[in-house]
């Protein structure tokens, strides 16, 4: 039996990737070592980590004038590493959406002057009408894809300040013209890689701002000065990462991706669209492509839909703690038969309990 884990984070990585890593896990190269045994500063793994920049820049179209920072402390460090390194004394607005960039919002209030614009409308629905001028902002931060809500803002917001957007769920499953923000941060964990890991695209002339008592490796100047190796960086994630932009290039490229994840999504919501058994919430154009929440009408039946799906091998269906129901992640990695296995098991499960 197929097994297919919809987990959120850590997600699944693509088979291909996992099955080479396995491969040379004990013997990377053939220097009788693994890649996670190996120096940093040695040229075995330089090349992982200049390799692995080269290829994320290709993917994301990234300009020169943006640095390319692998970090520590996922997400969440950079959710106080932005305000640190880019508050200075003056103020910054959070846009809010959802669970994380409430989250962002509340941290980066510890450091400074924080304002937020609630863009939740109800109904499932998100605007930006009456969010004024912007520009006395340090910058404005949102959050494209928020995982735990399965909620998307497809459209870039206009602003007059640097834009800082979280991506850890949605990085590298559509195009984005990243020339658009100040700065991009990711978690690695949902569509990159290893856990622990920070993407961060940074434009350069925003890398010289952080106020003197951040830390150094939440520095952003420090972290480039550095090749990203100011203290021992995450050398397997970063690898495995690596890994993970070379399979993306194989299979064609972000565009081919998002090509991908537009089709799962269609499939999934086509079918809670169409069955009574099952609902979501969230208004058409705002739903995410990556994560997939879903209700059963009849609540009760919960329990019994994840004890059967995981013994049909549908791993990890259950939603956030926090908003409940039932979520299904649906990253790059996760092949479209995964989501029709997801689809036949659904249609199984209403048959027999209405
Ligand atoms: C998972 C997630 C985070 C938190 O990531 P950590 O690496 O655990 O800190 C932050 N933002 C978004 C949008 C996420 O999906």
Not at 181 to 193: E, P, S
Not at 226 to 248: C, R
């Amino acid at each position: 039996m197929s097994i297919y884990n919809f987990c959120a984070g850590p997600a699944m990585l693509p088979a291909e990737v996992m099955a080479k890593a396995e491969a040379e896990f004990r013997n990377y190269q053939q220097l009788g070592v693994s890649v996670m045994e190996l120096s940093h500063r040695c040229p075995e793994f330089m090349a992982v980590a200049e390799e692995a920049e080269q290829n994320l820049r290709d993917l994301m179209a990234i300009p020169d004038n943006y640095a390319v920072l692998f970090m520590h402390g996922g997400a969440r460090g950079q959710f106080s590493a932005i305000p640190m390194n880019l508050l200075g004394q003056g103020k910054a607005l959070y846009l809010l959406n959802g669970q994380w960039s409430d989250s962002a919002a509340k941290e980066a209030e510890r450091y400074g002057q924080v304002e937020t614009f609630d863009l939740r409308q109800g109904k499932g629905c998100f605007s930006l009408d009456g969010l004024g001028d912007t520009s006395d902002y340090r910058y404005v931060h949102y959050c494209p894809n928020e995982t735990v809500d399965g909620v998307a803002l497809y459209d870039i917001p206009e602003v007059d300040a640097p834009l800082v957007a979280d991506l850890s769920s949605c990085i590298l499953g559509r195009e984005l013209d990243v020339s658009r923000f100040g700065l991009l941060y990711a978690g690695a964990q949902k569509n990159v890689g290893p856990a622990g890991l920070a993407l961060v695209i940074v434009r350069r002339d925003l890398l010289d701002q952080a106020r003197p008592e951040t830390p150094s490796i939440l520095n952003y100047q420090v972290a480039q000065k550095s090749d990203s190796m100011y203290n021992t960086p995450p050398t397997f994630a970063w690898y495995l990462s690596g890994e993970v932009f070379k399979w993306i290039k194989e299979q064609g490229g972000v565009a081919v991706m998002a090509e991908r994840n537009r089709r799962k999504a269609q499939t999934l919501y086509d079918f809670i669209d169409a069955s009574p058994f099952y609902q979501n919430n969230v208004a058409a154009a705002f739903r995410s492509e990556m994560n997939v929440t879903f209700q059963l009408v009849d609540e009760g039946l919960n329990q019994r839909f994840l004890k059967e799906a995981e013994a049909a091998g549908l791993r990890a269906l259950e939603g956030h703690r926090i908003v409940g129901g039932m979520r299904a992640s649906i990253y790059n990695a996760m092949p479209q038969q995964g989501v029709d296995a997801l689809v036949a098991f659904m249609t199984r499960f209403a048959e027999a309990h209405q």
